[in-house]
Every structure is written in structure tokens, then in C-alpha cells.
């Protein structure tokens, strides 16, 4: 009964939710509430790198489609914010004519087609950052001021025009007030899916095998391999590390544009017994990762509510991160992660040193983890819904 009267909600991103999804924490946050949605959702999408059968659902669950609207490449010359405006605005009107009574949207590019002309219905925008990701774009040109300067526009736009915004973090929601739209945003942070992020004792031992990592402490960094993540600044710390006792190595799980010049720094630095790219790893299979590891690394320039901070915890692994955005919400500093004001490599190897120092425990990490689950963050995502489109009879 309650499905036949919930809105017929629409979800609006640039994500692939059948392969890998070149868009982060956005990705991450959605597998992982997704996964606990009790009424129906269509996920509109970019097909990564494979033709879209256009309009033909793919069940993902019984709750869940995935409906990729366009067909897409990447890495491409064209970004893909841009290839997401496009999409979306040549398929406006086929996304409206499905009878949704509200847009969830994950991004200003994806908003922006969705906020004006006909047959408009109420959209909720969801901020995952503060910062202007232009700033950190792997297009040169992209990084004009010109370029920053109509983001931040946009943006004030979106926050204008739509009739709510979901802010992550208290940065997120500082901005819709100061674009004039306080009196139409909710603070709701990230959450994690913990029936699939969770202590497992048998997957630890499993992945330490495959890698012959039995005398190892192993750092973990899952992220994007780009400008401003501070990758290059692992490397450095785990080299001094090394040179004081060589029982660490590193795993690097993601692409980006950065991967090639990291590998030539291990190989410059005689590292390739301490480090392993990975790569990509399907979402669900990150787990048994942040098992593996011994201590999540994260010395990120920018960060909002990091997903894979929330994910590693919430599998009992502590966390070192440079304390930006919302990361010290999550992290509290001797307890079940350190915090650094730099990610400078000396900085970074002297925590992990002090991790290892500290009385933590897996479990008592993982419960901590708790009040971020992804069945709170559903049930408030559901209030607003509710609020703000009318039930389908």
C-alpha cells in the first residue's frame, strides 16, 4: 500500500550504476542508500563507456532502475559536466513525460535543464561539496577564472531556483544561505550502507593472503587519482616510512590523471614492492579492501563528507585525513583516526606511526560508524519528498 502512494520519484546525476562511475563521492552515496530505498526510484545516467539502450530500464533492484539517457566515453577531451548538460537538456522532456513527481539532482550541470520552461515538477538539489570544482578540473581551460566565476553563478542559480537543497555539511548550507535560499535547505549528511560496510574478520584474512601481506601494515587510499588528493604525498610518507622499517605498502584504488605520474614516482623511488594500482574497483567489492588495510589514508586538499572515509569506518579501519570540509565530523582525532591540519609527508608518516601506537578497535570503530547509517539518511531524504511532492494515487 505505502508504494502505491509514495511519489514517483526521479534520480538526476551524471553516474553509471552498471559500470565504474567517474564522479566520486556522488557514485558512493548512492550505491549506498540505494541500496536501502523502500519505495521506487528511476536513476537517470550517462552509459560510461557503452552504447545507452535508450529508455529501457535496467533493474538494479526490486525498488531500483537504472535508465542511461545518453552514451558516453571516458576519459574523453569533453568533460563530462558538460556532456551532462547536453544530455539532459536534449532529454528533458522524455525524463518528464514519466510521470515523476519529483527530481532528486546530484549536480549543478544536471540540475540546470530541470529548472526552468514546461511541465516543470519540484526538484531537491543535493550539494556534495563546497568547493568549486572547477578549481581542481583535469582541463586546463576549465581552471579560468572566467570558468569559476559562471560555476559559482550557476550555482547560485540552482540554489535559487530549486525548491529545496540537501547540504552535507555545514560549508554546503553557509553557501545556500548566502545565495538568498536559507529559508529552503536541510544539513543532512552523508550515509553508509553498514549491512554491506562492516568488520569482516574472514574477508581481512582472505585479502592479506592473495597479497602475501602477512608481516605488512597496509595503507589504503580509495579516491580519484587527481590534483589536490594528495596521492603524491602518500607516496613520499610511505617512502620515509619504509626507510625506518620496510613493513608498510600502499594500494591506490581509483583512476584519474594522475595514475601515470605516480607510477613513474614509484618507479623513480624503487617502490614497486611497496605499492600496488589496482585500479577501479566495482563499489560493492571495496569492502573486503577496507578489511585488507590496516589505516585509510585520505590527505585531501578539498574534501566534503568523504564516502570513503564513512565506508572505511563503518568497516572497522582507521583514518588519517587532513582536516577539511566535513571530514572532522567523522574522525575524531585518537579515537578512531588522527587528523591533520597538512599533508605534508612527514606529517602523514608520523600519524600512521601514531595509529599504530593507538589502543583502537575494529568493532568499537565500526559502531561509532552507526548514526551515519544509510537507513537514517533515507528516512530523512523521505521526509523531504514527502513534503515537497504530493503522493500519486
Not at 559562471?150 to 537543497?165: A, G, P, Q
Not at 588522527?338 to 606529517?347: D, F, G, R, V
Amino acid at each position: 500500500m505505502m508504494q502505491m502512494t509514495a511519489p514517483r520519484i526521479g534520480i538526476i546525476g551524471p553516474v553509471d550504476l552498471i559500470n565504474h562511475q567517474p564522479v566520486g563521492g556522488l557514485s558512493g552515496f548512492l550505491s549506498n542508500v540505494l541500496g536501502v530505498f523502500r519505495f521506487p526510484v528511476r536513476v537517470y545516467g550517462l552509459a560510461v563507456n557503452r552504447k545507452a539502450k535508450r529508455w529501457a530500464p535496467v533493474s538494479l533492484s526490486a525498488n531500483v532502475q537504472f535508465v542511461p539517457v545518453a552514451g558516453v566515453r571516458y576519459p574523453s577531451p569533453i568533460p563530462m559536466r558538460l556532456k551532462a548538460l547536453l544530455a539532459y537538456s536534449r532529454n528533458r522532456s522524455r525524463i518528464l513525460s514519466d510521470g515523476l513527481d519529483l527530481l532528486y539532482i546530484h549536480s549543478v550541470e544536471s540540475a540546470l535543464p530541470f529548472l526552468f520552461g514546461k511541465n516543470r515538477v519540484p526538484t531537491v538539489y543535493h550539494q556534495h561539496g563546497s568547493h568549486n570544482p572547477v578549481q581542481l578540473s583535469g582541463y586546463r581551460l576549465a581552471r579560468l577564472k572566467a570558468f569559476q566565476f559562471i560555476f559559482d553563478k550557476m550555482l547560485n542559480l540552482v540554489h535559487r531556483r530549486s525548491d529545496w537543497t540537501i547540504a552535507i555539511d555545514a560549508h554546503c548550507r553557509e553557501q545556500v544561505i548566502r545565495n538568498g535560499a536559507g529559508h529552503k535547505v536541510s544539513l543532512l549528511m552523508n550515509g553508509v550502507d553498514t549491512e554491506v560496510f562492516r568488520p569482516d574478520l574472514q574477508a581481512r584474512q582472505r585479502m592479506r593472503e592473495r597479497f602475501l601481506l602477512e608481516k605488512k601494515r597496509v595503507i589504503l587510499f580509495v579516491g580519484r587519482l587527481e590534483e589536490g588528493k594528495g596521492t603524491d604525498n602518500l607516496l613520499e610518507a610511505l617512502n620515509i616510512l619504509n626507510a625506518r622499517e620496510e613493513a608498510y605498502c600502499a594500494f591506490f584504488i581509483g583512476e584519474g590523471r594522475q595514475k601515470k605520474f605516480l607510477q613513474e614516482l614509484v618507479d623513480k623511488r624503487h617502490m614497486e614492492q611497496a605499492v600496488s594500482f589496482p585500479g577501479a574497483i566495482p563499489h560493492h567489492q571495496l569492502r573486503d579492501f577496507y578489511n585488507m588495510a590496516d589505516v585509510l589514508l585520505l590527505p585531501s586538499e578539498r574534501e566534503g563528507i568523504p564516502m570513503v572515509v564513512l565506508e572505511a569506518l563503518a568497516s572497522g579501519t582507521p583514518v588519517v585525513a587532513t582536516d577539511v570540509g566535513g571530514v572532522g565530523n567523522l574522525v575524531s582525532d585518537g579515537k578512531n583516526g588522527i587528523l591533520l591540519k597538512t599533508n605534508a609527508p612527514e606529517s602523514l608518516a608520523h600519524a600512521v606511526l601514531r595509529i599504530f601506537d593507538l589502543p583502537m578497535d575494529r568493532e568499537s570503530i565500526a559502531r561509532g560508524a552507526e548514526p551515519f547509517g544509510a537507513e537514517r539518511t533515507v528516512l530523512e531524504l523521505k521526509k523531504i519528498f514527502d513534503k515537497l511532492a504530493a503522493p500519486a494515487e
